[in-house]
């Protein structure tokens, strides 16, 4: 037969630890807000073109980003000339200055 006294201390202690625990999940549980981004036109430009690139459903033409490259012909001026100023502008002084 358990003596009473122990029995009382054993319920006290499992009280005090059933409130730790409750008080240490209330703090844990911290409140942020959720931020929400609308990625639409950013899927549109290209962002997600490494998963085309894995995917084994498409041809080998577009996986390489050859298709998307030759469909339209003002975007690949745009980017021969952007290509073009970031050479004059950027590598051509580095070159100047022996920056290699």
């Known amino acids: 037969m358990l003596n009473p006294l122990v029995l009382a201390l054993q319920v006290l202690a499992g ?23 609308d990625d639409r036109k950013v899927r549109d430009t290209g962002f997600d073109l490494i998963y085309e690139a894995r995917d084994l ?5 577009v996986r390489d980003g050859l298709t998307q490259a030759r469909s339209d012909l003002e975007a690949t001026k745009k980017r021969i000339k952007e290509a073009e100023a ?12 022996q920056y290699w």
Do not use: H, M
């Open 57 to 61: 459903d498409l041809d080998q033409s």
């Open 15 to 37: 009280f005090v630890a059933a409130g730790a625990a409750l008080v240490a999940a209330g703090s844990a549980q911290a409140v942020t807000s959720v931020d929400l981004f």
């Open 86 to 97: 970031r050479i004059d502008n950027a590598v051509a002084p580095s070159i100047t200055k």
